[in-house]
Structure formats: structure tokens, C-alpha cells
């Protein structure tokens, strides 16, 4: 591979968990990794079959790392009605009704992801769509991926009327005289998707894979976790990658089923197996993820004690707590790596129970277990991230009071709770890994106005905001640590995360240092390249 040489600018070389950071003022790769800094860089700059860089000023840190988020999904709501830009139930509507004109010969209509603030509650009612949608059968999902919104052609297609039961772990949320009212929470919405929804073609969960991957290569990422994925999507996966397709590295998530994760022990190891012979350096399928709650803004969140505004509710629990011990274990022994969905702050105190349960009857090794969101988080148990080794997975974007925490959020769990939320710099300070990721499509999927985020506590559209729980903001340097080495640990991948001497040269080659710059201006910095193992892919 050739020999890059990058001058004119600065380079960071590191970010460590404490803000620290080292830099250099040039820098080389070769053979995919890097080489040379400094004067010594310089000197090979010389080197007649170099290709020098010139930074013209800019930054080049190492690659950014996505903790968490879903690449197909948020891939195919390009594929269907554009519901993600409108401003009120009428603005959904209207992106549905022009859909449908414009593909006439559908049989369904698949969208995603409208904002359950629009209707009171996130309660949205089929005949809303009915109005035009007609006969079609539509499913629109919410921005959170818990919930979906029906219509009745859809609610009888499904066979779901008063008289049909909720389905275990989850709920058809319905009138006080048990009629539907066309919102799916949970097992609700996901077995619908996949029990009655037509399946996307290979072709478009592939295009969607390319896009996603594209998209991610032209923000300066180079590795993504894909958190939830099904036995249906490895083919898309294969497929991809085979065709040269994958613009970025890709780690597979299994998503582990309380009902038949014993089969699936034997059965994941056998999809891991197939990945690893395909010997691609951007696909891995290293993980197992497991819900162990939903989220706050439908109720399904587990608390510890019940919701402020629904005092004998306290949640939806995937797993019984001794059933999810036993799942962990057993794919802990089958050398997985856990990825763990916890919400409430019940959920984070059980699967840090869980975690410490495999560590304490499990052989010793490096596990980069994870807890992934971290919303709520009760004093006592912000220790036992370092404690346990574990890796905390925050999505920094959500640390703000925006609407949806304004409207939804702290009106469930009430505001002697509100100060639970999205501890990042109490994990920090307490000694824990953290990685950043964003959960896209739930939000955006830019690295930028999230790291913007994590150091201010509000938003960068209104810079003179006050910052929401202050006390938890983070410099910085340890922003861009937890989006490198934080996730480069996460990855398993103790050769990537820093620009040091010998390790894998992926980069991102920025207009402004984001160390450096007012924080609110951090999402207008521009991306200028992005290097994968030494290979150019934007």
C-alpha cells in the first residue's frame, strides 16, 4: 500500500479517558498502518514514492467509532415515506399521502421514524391514516424503534382486534373499551414487523447497507456497531461485503430472544463462523445484544420505583433476571462479547447484576462487555461501571432537555429523577470506559453536533442555552476519546483508536480542530477525507 504522508496542520495522535490528548505536527502510513511522526514523517515525505497530504490547515484525528446504532434500518427509511422531516401529525400525513400517490401499485406502506411528540402521550390513532392511506395497509415506526403506528387496514391484515390478547412483552396501547388504537409498543410492533409486514428485497436491504456504510465513510467514521441484528439481515451482510459494498468496518449484534436463546447459543456461533470464513476485514459478528427494558417515553422503560405519572407501572421487563444470567453466561462462554440495552434504572442495575454474575462464575478474560444508553443511573451503582470493567455506551446527543425530554421524558419518571439521566461524566470520573455511539435512526447519526452536546449539555442550535445538568458535561478530549479509543475498546480492536507508531491508520482529516473551537461550532466543522487502514474511502 502506498506510503501517505500528512503535513500542514495538526495531528491527533491520542485522546485518553482523562482528557489528555498528544499531538504531532506530521505524520505517515504505510502498509496500512502508521509509520512515522514528526520529523521522522517529514523525512519520508521526501521519499519519491510518497503521496503527501497537504492538512491545508486542518486536523487529522483518528477514526471515529459508532458505539451503537442500526445501518439497515436507518438505510431503508430512505425506501419509503420521507415521515422524518415533518413538523406535525398533518406534515406525516401529507409525506404519506404523496407517497402513496407516487407508487400506486404498492401493496404496503412501510415508513419510518415519525416524532411521538406530535400526539398527546405518543398515542397515534389508525384512522389518522386512514384518511390517506385508505385500504393500503401502512406501518409507520417511531423515531424510537419501540413503537409503531398502524392503520386499520394494517390492525385487520394483522387479525388484531379488541378481542386479541397483547403479545408477551409488549402492548397494543387501546381505548378504555379495548378497541386498538393503532399505536404497537414493543413485542407488539416488532412481531408485526416480522410476522406480517412484507420483507425489503435483498437488493434494497443491501443498497440501504451501501448507503449507510457511505454515509458513515463521508462523516470520517470507520467502525459501526450494528446493535440489533436478526438471522435475516447475515445474508444482506454477506452480500454486501462480497460485492464490495461495505464503506466502513461493520460488527454484528445478534439480538439475543428470551424465548429461544438456548438454540440460539449453538446457532449464533455458527453465523459468527460463517462471517469470520468470508475473512472480510470490514465484517465481524463478534457480539450478542439483549433488551433487557424498552424506553421511557412509551412506559417500558424498568424503574425501581414506578413512573410519576402511572404510580403502578413500572415498566416492561424483557427477561425474568435469572433467565437473562443464565442467557449471558452461556454466550459469554461461547466467547461472545455482550451488548446490553438498559433504559431504566432498574434495567442498568440488572445488567450490571448480569455482568457481574458471568464474571464471578466464567473464566477470566478480556470481555469489553456492554451496557449500552445508560439513561437513568442511580447514584450507587455509577461505580460499578469501573468496578466491573464494563464498557458504558452513552448516546451524548440525548443529553439535552429538547422536547421530546421536556415533553415525555421527565413528565414519566418526574423531576426527582430527572438529575438520573445520562451520567457521562460521573462514569468518567469514576474510573469507567466509555463510548459514544448515536443509536441512528433514533437520532442522527453525525458524530458532530453529539460531541457538541457531551461538552455543552444542550443543544448548538441555541448556543446560549443553560446546560442541562451540568455537572455532567465532559471536555472535549474526553468527547473524542470516548468516540476512538473508547470505541476502538469496544471493538476489540487494541491496534486501533489512537494515530500511534504501529497501529491501523484510520483517520479523519478535519477542517478545525475540534479541541480547540467554541464546542458550538463543532458540527459545522467540515470532513475533508477519511482513511480505513490506510486506504482512502472519502
Given amino acids: ?247 466502513t468496518r461493520v460488527n454484528l449484534a445478534f439480538r439475543a430472544d428470551p424465548a429461544t436463546w438456548r438454540d440460539q447459543v449453538a446457532a449464533f456461533g455458527v453465523q459468527r463462523d460463517e462471517i469470520r470464513a468470508l475473512a472480510h476485514d470490514r465484517l465481524s459478528a463478534n457480539t450478542v445484544k439483549f433488551f433487557v427494558d424498552g424506553v421511557i417515553e412509551n412506559h417500558t422503560a424498568v424503574l425501581a420505583a414506578p413512573y410519576a405519572d402511572r404510580p403502578d407501572e413500572r415498566g416492561l421487563p424483557n427477561w425474568a433476571e435469572d433467565e437473562l444470567i443464565a442467557a449471558a453466561r452461556a454466550f459469554d462462554l461461547a466467547g461472545f462479547q455482550l451488548h446490553i440495552h438498559a433504559i431504566g434504572d432498574d434495567a442498568n442495575r440488572i445488567a450490571l447484576d448480569t455482568i457481574a454474575a458471568v464474571q464471578a462464575t466464567n473464566p477470566a478474560r478480556e470481555r469489553a462487555h456492554v451496557i449500552a444508553h445508560v439513561a437513568m443511573l442511580a447514584e450507587d451503582q455509577v461505580a460499578r461501571f469501573a468496578e466491573l470493567d464494563t464498557i458504558a455506551n452513552f448516546e451524548p446527543y440525548w443529553a439535552q432537555c429538547d422536547a421530546v425530554m421536556r415533553d415525555l421524558t421527565i413528565p414519566h419518571i418526574g423531576h426527582d429523577r430527572e438529575g438520573w439521566q445520562y451520567l457521562i461524566g460521573s462514569v468518567l470520573r469514576a474510573g469507567a470506559t466509555v463510548s459514544f455511539g448515536s443509536d441512528w435512526p433514533v437520532t442522527t447519526k453525525d458524530w458532530r453536533p453529539a460531541f457538541s452536546t457531551a461538552v455543552t449539555r444542550h443543544s448548538h442550535l441555541e448556543p446560549n442555552a443553560e446546560a442541562w445538568l451540568p455537572d455532567e458535561r465532559v471536555s472535549a478530549g474526553e468527547a473524542l476519546s470516548a468516540y476512538t479509543a473508547g470505541t476502538a475498546r469496544q471493538a476489540l480492536a487494541d491496534d486501533r483508536g489512537t494515530l500511534r507508531i504501529g497501529m491501523v491508520a484510520d483517520a479523519v482529516w478535519l477542517s478545525a480542530d475540534p479541541l480547540a473551537v467554541d464546542p458550538n461550532s463543532i458540527p459545522s466543522i467540515d470532513v475533508r477525507g477519511t482513511w480505513l487502514a490506510g486506504e482512502r474511502t472519502y
Fill in 1 to 247: 500500500m502506498a506510503l501517505t504522508v500528512f503535513t500542514g496542520g495538526t495531528v491527533i495522535v491520542a485522546a485518553d479517558r482523562t482528557g489528555g490528548v498528544d499531538v504531532a505536527a506530521a505524520i505517515a502510513f504505510e502498509d496500512g498502518r502508521v509509520v512515522a511522526l514528526d520529523a521522522a514523517a517529514d523525512e519520508l515525505a521526501r521519499a519519491e514514492h510518497a503521496e503527501v497530504v497537504d492538512l491545508a490547515g486542518g486536523t487529522l484525528v483518528p477514526g471515529i467509532g459508532e458505539g451503537h446504532a442500526h445501518p439497515v434500518l436507518g438505510g431503508l427509511e430512505a425506501v419509503g415515506p420521507n415521515v422524518r422531516g415533518a413538523a406535525d401529525v398533518a406534515g406525516i400525513l401529507t409525506a404519506v399521502a404523496d407517497w402513496k400517490r407516487q407508487h400506486p401499485e404498492t401493496k404496503w406502506i412501510v415508513g419510518a421514524s415519525y416524532d411521538a411528540t406530535f400526539a398527546p402521550g405518543g398515542v397515534f390513532r389508525a384512522e389518522w391514516l386512514d384518511e390517506v392511506t385508505g385500504d393500503t395497509p401502512t406501518i409507520l415506526r417511531a423515531w424510537d424503534y419501540h413503537t409503531a403506528w398502524v392503520n386499520t387496514a394494517a390492525l385487520r391484515a394483522g387479525g388484531i382486534t379488541a378481542d386479541t390478547p397483547d403479545p408477551e412483552l409488549g402492548r397494543y396501547v387501546r381505548d378504555a373499551d379495548g378497541t386498538p388504537t393503532g399505536t404497537l409498543q414493543e413485542a407488539a410492533a416488532n412481531d408485526f414487523i416480522a410476522n406480517v409486514v412484507p420483507p425489503f428485497s435483498l437488493e434494497d436491504r443491501v443498497a440501504a447497507i451501501e448507503a449507510a456504510t457511505r454515509a458513515y465513510a463521508e462523516q470520517g467514521t470507520t467502525w459501526v456497531q450494528d446493535a440489533w441484528v436478526e438471522p435475516t439481515d447475515l445474508p444482506s451482510y454477506v452480500e454486501a461485503a462480497r460485492a464490495g459494498r461495505l464503506h
